[in-house]
């Protein structure tokens, strides 16, 4: 054989074999993953609704990965010190937090850690809140009426508790007070548990969230007035939505997981595969209808669109309402 032809062959043989050395690091990551016990942080306290769906989320995602996966309670700042520990973290995939819509919301009502265009890899979608205000039982507001009635009546007297500044049950009853033309009393909390605790203390008058109120409403401790949903629930069917009184608010706010910046996409699709696969176990999707939790799925790619085009639809409702971050 020439000498020449040789050394063509060697050259893409040796070429060849540089590639796939090249590629083989990304698969080895993701086959070898994981190799010990993965963080996902919940941004609330334990014992809240939110904090019972993660755990029942990890625990499923855990077993599709064939490893574990462990919750990490951080409460506070607006369900934000979960974001705000994945700005540092490696992208390894052993530090994952959950991502509400309020990392899209609160840059632009102040300063924050992170920009959440550029710090994080948005995994998966995989389910959205049911909201509603309630009030004990023997409150004398009895309806949204009622309460509109007594604020118009009682300007700022009227205290409503919610997970935290900028948070969507913060901010949905803020729509709702503007369309209705009262100004209420906001007292924020680390999440939904103390907030009930404050609520049924008689230290506020309504508390605005998800259903972790639920078992109070049903156990009949609480009244609940109305829910943000486009309509009404199955659980509820009773309650009118805030929308069909004619307040003109609707709010859902999906959320899902979240890792740091810059993970390795191979890495990004095994544990988005494990998360979407959560949505098939019945455990997951019973805790999901407890909560009247709908499945709100989006892959990497669409939710990673959706929480591009939500900091701006965002970016104009925190304008509307006043809340803007003063520069």
Not at 50 to 64: F, H, L, N
Not at 90 to 112: A, I
Not at 119 to 143: E, H, M, N, Q
Request: charged fraction near 20%; hydrophobic fraction near 40%.
């Amino acid at each position: 054989m020439p000498f020449q032809s040789v050394n063509r062959r060697r050259f893409v043989q040796s070429t060849l074999a540089t590639a796939a050395t090249l590629a083989v690091p990304s698969l080895a990551v993701a086959q070898a993953f994981p190799a010990k016990p993965i963080r996902l942080i919940c941004p609330w306290p334990a014992g809240g609704s939110t904090d019972v769906v993660m755990r029942v989320i990890a625990e499923s995602a855990g077993k599709a990965l064939g490893g574990s996966m462990i919750i990490d309670n951080k409460p506070g700042a607006s369900g934000m010190l979960g974001p705000n520990e994945l700005v540092n973290a490696k992208p390894d995939g052993y530090t994952l937090s959950q991502l509400t819509v309020g990392v899209m919301r609160l840059p632009h009502m102040q300063k924050m850690q992170f920009d959440p265009l550029k710090d994080f890899t948005y995994v998966a979608c995989l389910t959205g809140y049911t909201f509603g205000i309630v009030v004990r039982a023997d409150s004398p507001i009895k309806s949204i009426k009622d309460l509109v009635d007594f604020a118009k009546a009682n300007p700022e007297k009227f205290t409503f508790g919610s997970t935290g500044n900028g948070t969507t049950p913060h901010l949905a009853v803020e729509e709702f007070a503007f369309k209705a033309g009262i100004k209420l009393q906001h007292v924020p909390f680390k999440g939904n548990a103390d907030g009930m605790q404050a609520l049924l203390g008689g230290h506020i008058m309504a508390h605005s969230d998800a259903t972790g109120w639920g078992p109070h409403v049903d156990a009949g401790t609480c009244r609940l007035l109305a829910t943000y949903g486009s309509k009404r629930t199955k659980r509820w069917p009773n309650v009118p939505t805030l929308n069909e009184l004619g307040f003109d608010t609707i709010s859902d706010s999906p959320f899902g997981i979240g890792a740091p910046k810059g993970m390795d996409p191979a890495l990004t699709q095994k544990l988005h595969d494990a998360f979407k696969k959560t949505l098939d176990d019945p455990a997951v999707l019973a805790i999901f209808e407890k909560y009247d939790q709908p499945v709100i799925y989006m892959n990497t790619a669409d939710y990673t669109k959706f929480a591009q085009v939500n900091y701006v639809k965002e970016k104009a409702v925190i304008e509307k309402l006043g809340l803007a971050l003063k520069t």
